[in-house]
């Protein structure tokens, strides 16, 4: 439980102050975007999510002295609580970047993408059955191909118009960094957390050190980002 407490808890503390900084920084900017308005109000039910969550974990630790109403039924995992969550996790960094793009064909080509994504991972779940069970590949190989996909898009248009020039206080460029860290780093631990169910000491350990550090930096980016931009009057 100790362990648990560790790792997860400054997680929970920087995520809390990161959505508060953001909270802050579209109240106090006249001009911020509808996008970074959105994205703000994902990073508290991010917040809300993880620390819903941690019933499962502490349940589980204290032998269900807590939350014992849970054992034996579907909800004694909180497989069912992330892998809903992580549809809404994608079809969010996917918005935010396509509601960034000038181009009109880029952002069908996005809406198109999304979509089928967002139906071919309903009936991933309705197939497999794995929705109160495990995480799906599918959602996590096909989302990080279109979060990247829509960044790809950004960071072409961000290098074809004047916004290079002031990339250093874009809010889009620091969280597009933490989108990019998140998926690359986090998807393939995730796709292969089998290992951690299997108990395996060496892999329990470094899902649990890469899981602390790469949310941390994440965070940390993009509290960076709202600062910066808080301070400079950057764009949003």
């Known amino acids: ?92 960094y996917i918005s935010y970047f396509k509601w960034h793009l000038e181009s009109a064909q880029q952002k069908k080509l996005i809406t198109v993408l999304l979509v089928l994504f967002i139906v071919g991972q309903i009936i991933d779940f309705s197939i497999s059955g794995t929705y109160f069970e495990s995480y799906s590949s599918y959602g996590d190989i096909a989302g990080t191909i279109l979060v990247l996909l829509s960044i790809s898009f950004y960071y072409y248009q961000l290098l074809t118009s004047d916004e290079i020039l002031k990339f250093n206080t874009s809010l889009p460029f620091y969280i597009s960094m933490g989108a990019i860290l998140l998926h690359l780093v986090l998807t393939p631990i995730f796709i292969y957390s089998s290992y951690f169910d299997a108990g395996s000491p060496d892999f329990v350990e470094l899902y649990k050190r890469i899981l602390l550090f790469t949310n941390l930096l994440v965070y940390l980016l993009y509290s960076i980002g709202f600062l910066i931009c808080l301070r400079k009057k950057g764009s949003s």
């Not at 990161?18 to 109000?41: D, P, Q, S």
């Open 1 to 92: 439980m100790k362990d648990f407490l560790i790792h997860t808890i400054p997680i929970t503390v920087l995520l809390l102050c990161t959505a508060f900084i953001g909270l802050y920084y579209i109240h106090t900017n006249k001009n911020v975007k509808k996008a970074t308005e959105y994205f703000v109000y994902f990073l508290c039910l991010t917040a809300f999510v993880d620390i819903l969550g941690a019933y499962a974990p502490i349940a589980y630790f204290t032998d269900y002295e807590y939350f014992s109403f849970v054992k034996g039924t579907v909800f004694e995992d909180n497989y069912w609580l992330f892998n809903g969550y992580t549809i809404v996790s994608y079809f969010m």
